[in-house]
């Protein structure tokens, strides 16, 4: 359930925008919601340790085929929940687990502010509505 007490509007993002967490890109997954605040985003999870909440981090955002890649942001892990599993597969020896990942934004440089700005008006779709 949202919280009427949030900070900053959250937005519906367009296909193709991702979130690459830690170095190497070891956890990369789709966005879901994004916010002048933060970022939610769903990846599978395959035999890692579960991410701690407020764990510091630094996450990659990017836009495939657009050339948008916003690097080294800044942030706090808030969530990393599991969400679904998925049932394995014959190419698969093991389960996997679909998780969401809630980021909050530490103090962004101006550069970072303005990136994230230009990300939210040229992909996304629309605010989300709070639920109450």
Known sequence: MESKQRKHDRFFVQNNAYVSLGSGFTKVGSIKDISRGGVS????????????????????????????????VPCNIVYDIAVNTLNSSPLFSRNFTYKRCGIQFEKLDKDHEEQILAFLEKHTTGVIPVKV
């Not at 769903?42 to 510091?56: F, G, N, R, V």
């Open 41 to 72: 985003f769903e990846y599978i999870m395959y035999d890692d340790p579960p991410m701690k909440s407020l764990q510091k981090e630094k996450i990659d955002i990017f836009v495939s085929g657009n050339g948008f890649h916003l690097t080294n």
